[in-house]
């Protein structure tokens, strides 16, 4: 794992956007992991503004809410085309995100993992941290095995996007999400964390020990993942100065 403090989130946006530039120059046609969340918004703005060229780029998402459309503006569907997608130049056929109106979902969580095998795998998988821990809908608890399927969602969770639903409208229940396994296939991870409210997450996620009660843990078995922090988020690691040294020294390694 690679722990990388940076300032502030739009320092955070900045090195996050880099490393995907770097990852889109090596393989034009990289296969892109998305998360939803308002994490990665500072770095989607980046590349948008950047008015990149990636009509080859495959696209995929890590998660979504069961029960509705892509038009419906609560979907996660709608967000990533909304703050992503409609403002790239991208192929529309490259763009496979999960639909939380499917009739089967378990069919559809198979087809999508047949899709992502279709497409060689992902490449960069970006992620955010819930309070819970959780990466994608994998809530505490979920099987640090699994794969894309259903998935229920934690009282924590529910509150968190209660606040994007309007008044008296439930929010819903169930999610359909890759799998902590589907994730961990990806050759290359990313997660973000902003703010106070993740410095516990983050602790536990970097610091251990592995537990499927924080699913986020499951980073430390991949073999490249970067997690990438403003001074809040981590804030409560005990080893901030070694990870600041590490960053500072990379280019010696191997000197
Ligand atoms: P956030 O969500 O980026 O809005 O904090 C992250 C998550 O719940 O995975």
């Known amino acids: 794992m690679e722990v990388i403090l940076r300032p502030d989130g739009e320092s ?3 090195t996050a956007f880099e490393l995907v530039l770097s990852a889109l120059k090596a393989k034009p046609n990289l ?3 998305l998360a939803t969340g308002n994490t990665p918004l500072a770095l989607y703005r980046r590349l948008r503004e ?4 990636l009509r080859k780029v495959r696209f995929f998402n890590l998660d979504e809410l069961v029960g509705l459309g892509p038009r419906d503006p609560r979907s996660f569907q709608h967000f990533l085309r909304a703050n992503l997608l409609d403002g790239l130049r991208v192929t529309p056929g490259n763009v496979r995100l999960l639909r939380g ?3 089967d979902l378990e069919q559809a969580a198979a087809s999508y993992e047949a899709a992502i095998r279709k497409a060689g795998g992902i490449d960069l998988q970006i992620l955010g941290i819930g309070r819970n821990g959780h990466i994608g809908f994998n809530e505490p608890g979920s099987s640090l095995g699994s794969r894309t399927r259903p998935k229920t969602l934690e009282a924590t969770t529910l ?3 209660a606040r994007g639903f309007p008044a008296g409208k439930a929010v819903p229940r169930f999610s359909i ?3 902590i396994g589907t994730i961990l296939e990806a050759r290359r991870l990313l997660l973000l964390a902003t703010g106070g409210a993740k410095a516990e997450p983050i602790r536990r996620v970097v610091e251990g020990p592995v ?3 924080v699913p986020g843990s499951a980073l430390q078995f991949h073999p490249l993942a970067h997690v990438i922090l403003d001074e809040a988020a981590g804030a409560r690691l005990s080893r901030r100065d070694y990870w600041k040294w ?3 020294n990379k280019w010696r390694v191997g000197q």
């Open 31 to 33: 296969v892109l992991g």
């Open 159 to 161: 509150a968190d996007y």
């Open 12 to 14: 955070v946006a900045a």
């Open 211 to 213: 537990t499927s009660e």
């Open 50 to 53: 950047a008015r990149l060229d």
């Open 101 to 103: 109106d499917a009739d």
């Open 177 to 179: 999400t890759m799998g």
């Open 246 to 248: 590490v960053y500072a």
